[in-house]
């Protein structure tokens, strides 16, 4: 038995050297912070460091439920990640049948290529034109509120217009390019169905529910259970870069409280212990969507 | 029937153009305004085209050393970073795309299962800050090194390979070495292109570490000065410059001016390699 492991080691001997890099990267760099976790129950200490500091068992995460914040920090996590799917979802759906239905091929690439370019850009370059674009005195949206005569908007400023902005600027980032799995998915429709339909009498629109979106199906199911999945998972850099004290009520989720807590005010061993907390939850979340996904993979594919 | 139809594509059309334009409109506007005379910006008049056309705010951009040294700090962590982790990901991904590899299964369990769980931020500062990667270089390049759904697409290409091309060069004497770089990666430039340009604008696009780890002004990528300039308003030497000639630079035109010239590079390159990253999505979808 080991002289066999020991005979493939030496047989593979080329693929490990060639595998090294990676395995080394992922055990420093991914389950070494796994490990760092225990920091949570522990009174971290810069000089003892994470192995060594004196244990506290559980101080750290009665802080955080002790804590007002803790229930409006997960509320607005919560709620920011479901509006982005309710408004984020569909879009590209729509998006792309839209796109199916285009005759003109030039016209077609132009709206793809055009649409799927804001979502390569960074955070900081959208998070500095929405700034820009709102600011109330200078900005291009508070000068058409004014030509109508009113008042200009402090957008940025003010908690109830966070979530708004935050989930259209998702949406306008991510439309097209999400818009590319439906449109692989349509094409590969069988024309002959459509056909079939026009000789029934089916206009375009009736083409399109009956047809398209029935084709598509299992794609947006599939997509849509991962989604949910990652409904915790908001990205931390637009969220950080938009919000600010004024905005906190609506605005602050985990990972920027997170960061307050623990790189700016150095309560590390406090924020590793939210950051766990909510790190299980979304664990639980995405495990379920895989397990349910995989499930339907097998079945929903007709 | 016919008259419906029509209607159906007019419609189509119209929505679709006003996608396109919503898509386009804050490049439309920001070029607009960086390239319009200030009293116009000033009194808040240009929307869609430059009104009294001059380049003196970016003369003032080109001005800014902050700029400089942000585009070069990005330019050397994309090369670098882009290479190191294109590379590791494709001898580990082409390794794991071996089904007999011994331990195989348990080391692509071990890398799947940080998909899903992960120390956190503050675990993962603390342990990259003990390794000494604070105000380094390296920290934009190794903590994040391989992205595991790009090397899953990856392996997920090489598997596809057929086994004859690796017997054949097997016949013909050469190492697992020289089978991996000499026939496998000819083989692979498509995806090795599409990885790669993902990794190069995830890097380009990174904030998050550089705010984590880099304190040095002098290492920071251009968008923690994007940042400065455009969102904490330390717009510094160009205004100031601007101020003392009396050329009456606008902070709004200035800002707009910094946007656009720091995705510049993503805006002029994009459209050529467009195609490449569609692919990737494509292939991602196949296994993911």
Redesign the interface.
């Given at each position: 038995m080991n002289t066999s492991?020991f005979r493939?080691?030496r047989?593979?001997r080329?693929?490990?050297v060639?595998?090294a890099?990676?395995?080394i990267?992922?055990i420093?760099?991914?389950?070494?912070?796994?490990?760092?976790?225990i920091?949570s129950f522990k009174d971290?200490n810069l000089f003892s460091?994470?192995w060594k500091s004196e244990w506290v068992g559980l101080r750290y995460y009665k802080m955080f439920f002790d804590n007002p914040d803790a229930f409006n920090i997960i509320r607005n996590t919560f709620l920011l990640g479901l509006y982005k799917i309710i408004f984020g979802f569909p879009a590209p759906i729509i998006?792309a049948l839209?796109?199916n239905?285009?005759?003109?091929k030039r016209?077609k690439r132009?709206?793809q290529?055009?649409?799927?370019?804001?979502h390569?850009?960074?955070?900081?370059?959208v998070?500095?034109?929405l700034?820009?674009?709102l600011?109330p005195s200078?900005g291009?949206v508070n000068?058409i509120i004014q030509d109508m005569g009113f008042e200009p908007i402090n957008f940025l400023q003010k908690a109830d217009w966070f979530r708004t902005i935050y989930v259209s600027s998702e949406v306008?980032q991510e439309?097209?390019?999400g818009s590319?799995?439906y449109l692989?998915a349509l094409t590969s429709i069988d024309p002959q169905l459509y056909e079939a339909a026009r000789m029934d009498g089916a206009?375009?629109?009736r083409q399109m529910w009956h047809v398209s979106i029935p084709g598509i199906m299992p794609a947006i199911v599939i997509l849509f259970i991962l989604q949910i999945g990652k409904i915790m998972e908001l990205g931390?850099?637009k969220v950080f870069?938009l919000s600010n004290a004024a905005t906190y009520e609506t605005a602050d989720i985990i990972?920027t409280y997170?960061?307050r807590m623990?790189?700016t005010s150095a309560n590390?061993s406090y924020?590793?212990a939210i950051?766990?907390f909510m790190?299980i939850i979304g664990?639980i979340f995405?495990?379920s969507a895989n397990v349910i996904s995989r499930k339907l993979g097998d079945t929903s594919l007709w | 029937m016919v008259k419906r139809i029509s209607i159906f594509n007019i419609v189509n059309v119209v929505i679709l153009a006003i996608v396109a334009f919503s898509a386009l409109f804050p490049f439309i506007h920001m070029a607009a305004v960086s390239l319009s005379a200030s009293e116009f910006v000033v009194r808040n008049e240009v929307s869609f085209w430059p009104k009294g056309l001059q380049f003196e705010v970016y003369k003032e951009v080109f001005k800014d050393d902050r700029l400089f040294t942000g585009y070069r700090n990005t330019i050397l962590y994309v090369v670098l970073g882009t290479a190191i982790s294109l590379a590791t990901t494709a001898m580990a991904a082409y390794s794991l795309s071996r089904s007999n590899l011994v331990f195989g299964k348990t080391i692509m369990m071990m890398i799947v299962f940080t998909m899903f769980f992960s120390g956190g931020m503050i675990p993962t500062y603390l342990v990259v800050r003990s390794y000494g990667f604070m105000n380094s270089i390296w920290a934009m390049v190794i903590p994040n090194m391989i992205t595991s759904v790009y090397l899953i697409v990856m392996r997920t290409f090489f598997q596809g390979i057929p086994r004859e091309v690796e017997e054949s060069s097997k016949i013909d004497g050469a190492s697992d070495y020289r089978m991996f770089f000499s026939i496998i990666l000819p083989l692979s430039k498509a995806v090795l292109m599409t990885i790669g340009l993902f990794y190069a604008v995830a890097i380009w696009n990174n904030f998050f570490t550089a705010l984590l780890y880099l304190r040095d002004e002098s290492l920071y990528p251009l968008q923690l000065i994007v940042r400065s300039i455009v969102m904490v308003g330390q717009v510094g030497e160009a205004i100031d410059a601007a101020g003392a000639d009396g050329e009456g630079v606008v902070l709004e035109s200035l800002k707009y001016a910094v946007i656009l010239v720091s995705t510049l590079p993503i805006l002029v390159i994009y459209p050529f390699i467009q195609k490449h990253f569609v692919n990737g999505v494509l292939i991602g979808s196949v296994k993911g």
């Amino acid at each position: 038995m080991n002289t066999s492991i020991f005979r493939k080691i030496r047989r593979d001997r080329a693929f490990l050297v060639l595998l090294a890099p990676a395995l080394i990267f992922y055990i420093l760099f991914r389950y070494v912070p796994m490990f760092g976790i225990i920091v949570s129950f522990k009174d971290y200490n810069l000089f003892s460091g994470i192995w060594k500091s004196e244990w506290v068992g559980l101080r750290y995460y009665k802080m955080f439920f002790d804590n007002p914040d803790a229930f409006n920090i997960i509320r607005n996590t919560f709620l920011l990640g479901l509006y982005k799917i309710i408004f984020g979802f569909p879009a590209p759906i729509i998006l792309a049948l839209l796109l199916n239905e285009l005759k003109m091929k030039r016209y077609k690439r132009f709206v793809q290529t055009v649409s799927y370019m804001p979502h390569f850009l960074s955070p900081v370059v959208v998070a500095g034109i929405l700034v820009m674009i709102l600011s109330p005195s200078t900005g291009f949206v508070n000068q058409i509120i004014q030509d109508m005569g009113f008042e200009p908007i402090n957008f940025l400023q003010k908690a109830d217009w966070f979530r708004t902005i935050y989930v259209s600027s998702e949406v306008w980032q991510e439309i097209g390019w999400g818009s590319i799995l439906y449109l692989a998915a349509l094409t590969s429709i069988d024309p002959q169905l459509y056909e079939a339909a026009r000789m029934d009498g089916a206009n375009r629109w009736r083409q399109m529910w009956h047809v398209s979106i029935p084709g598509i199906m299992p794609a947006i199911v599939i997509l849509f259970i991962l989604q949910i999945g990652k409904i915790m998972e908001l990205g931390f850099d637009k969220v950080f870069l938009l919000s600010n004290a004024a905005t906190y009520e609506t605005a602050d989720i985990i990972s920027t409280y997170v960061y307050r807590m623990g790189i700016t005010s150095a309560n590390f061993s406090y924020a590793t212990a939210i950051d766990l907390f909510m790190g299980i939850i979304g664990l639980i979340f995405v495990y379920s969507a895989n397990v349910i996904s995989r499930k339907l993979g097998d079945t929903s594919l007709w | 029937m016919v008259k419906r139809i029509s209607i159906f594509n007019i419609v189509n059309v119209v929505i679709l153009a006003i996608v396109a334009f919503s898509a386009l409109f804050p490049f439309i506007h920001m070029a607009a305004v960086s390239l319009s005379a200030s009293e116009f910006v000033v009194r808040n008049e240009v929307s869609f085209w430059p009104k009294g056309l001059q380049f003196e705010v970016y003369k003032e951009v080109f001005k800014d050393d902050r700029l400089f040294t942000g585009y070069r700090n990005t330019i050397l962590y994309v090369v670098l970073g882009t290479a190191i982790s294109l590379a590791t990901t494709a001898m580990a991904a082409y390794s794991l795309s071996r089904s007999n590899l011994v331990f195989g299964k348990t080391i692509m369990m071990m890398i799947v299962f940080t998909m899903f769980f992960s120390g956190g931020m503050i675990p993962t500062y603390l342990v990259v800050r003990s390794y000494g990667f604070m105000n380094s270089i390296w920290a934009m390049v190794i903590p994040n090194m391989i992205t595991s759904v790009y090397l899953i697409v990856m392996r997920t290409f090489f598997q596809g390979i057929p086994r004859e091309v690796e017997e054949s060069s097997k016949i013909d004497g050469a190492s697992d070495y020289r089978m991996f770089f000499s026939i496998i990666l000819p083989l692979s430039k498509a995806v090795l292109m599409t990885i790669g340009l993902f990794y190069a604008v995830a890097i380009w696009n990174n904030f998050f570490t550089a705010l984590l780890y880099l304190r040095d002004e002098s290492l920071y990528p251009l968008q923690l000065i994007v940042r400065s300039i455009v969102m904490v308003g330390q717009v510094g030497e160009a205004i100031d410059a601007a101020g003392a000639d009396g050329e009456g630079v606008v902070l709004e035109s200035l800002k707009y001016a910094v946007i656009l010239v720091s995705t510049l590079p993503i805006l002029v390159i994009y459209p050529f390699i467009q195609k490449h990253f569609v692919n990737g999505v494509l292939i991602g979808s196949v296994k993911g």
